[in-house]
């Protein structure tokens, strides 16, 4: 039985991930801080999903804190998935040393700690920030990524050098998933489909910031984990590993469409507030997704509006 450790996995996509590798059959250690960037309670609901399976072990632990982390996960993984981080393109230019701190610091950690326990492989959360505002797309990995336009961009690509460094010095694997806007059930509160579905059902306008030509590559979580275990595979099964690899659904969605058609599936009054751009957007993101299909055979499959009807279920629910 494969070990996997999960950071973030009180989180969205970490929760996810964490659930889904329990009824696959994997052994998982899963570690969160509870970090304030959104609700306590909302954590503890993603965790209660899972946290009393046989095969799952939680330490409510900060990365930041090198001994503690030395101390409670000092055993070897077959892999490590690291998805904690503060998450958010807007709060990282309020406040780039903390993203600094829980993103690039923490990440240093935990690679410190791959070297010195034995644990080889890593698949790390990158992110589509890591392009910049480029405007030819879809995007492939090749393209020159040194111009990111936030902070928490400049962290994500920081954290794929860092691990390039580890892989080069220390015969470390990595695939840094460069994951494109994942949505669906216990997304974070910060994102717009769950911002703009608990306003719509408020009877409340709806932000939307420019036009609405700007556009996401909006990818379903269950298939973002489903690539996620497919790295965790292929790491597995080969050595010598170092890639970027994009995750996402080479459909980008205009932020207009995207807003009628939650009104749609929610079967609510619309309105539309439009407000100025905000600075450290990008305009467009789209993944080539090739290298993902090749690779490690991901194949994402859920529509939009199906996706969002899954939210809206969960959303309804809780
Ligand atoms: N959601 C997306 O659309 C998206 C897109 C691109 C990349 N990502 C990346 O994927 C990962 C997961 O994103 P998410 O949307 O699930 O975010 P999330 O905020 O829901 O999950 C991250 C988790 O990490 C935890 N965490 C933060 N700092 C920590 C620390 N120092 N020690 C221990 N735990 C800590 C948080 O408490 C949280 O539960 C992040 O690295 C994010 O940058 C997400």
Redesign the pocket.
Known sequence: MSKVLV????????SHLSQTLLIKGYQVVG?????P??KREV?EANLNEFKNHPSFTFHE????DETTVREKLSTKFDCIV??????GVRPSIDNPQHYI???IS?SRILVDLMRDTGSKKMVY?????VYGNMSSTPWNEAKDVSMPISP?AFT?KSCELLNHTYHHLYKLDFINL??????GPR??PD?AINKFTRLLYKQKPIPMFGDGSTARDY?FVHDTVSGIIKAIEYLKNNDGVFENINLGNNTPVKLIDLIHAIAEVSGQKLEIEQLPMQPGDVNITCADISKAQRLLGYAPTTPLKEGLRAFVDWYLKK
């Open positions: 950071t973030g996995c009180a989180g969205f996509i970490g570690i969160d801080n509870f970090d960037f959104y954590k632990l900060d990365l930041c690291h998805l904690a981080a503060k998450a701190d829980n993103n923490a959360a990158s992110s589509s920030s928490y994500k460069r994951l494109f806007t994942v949505f997304q974070r994102l990818t």
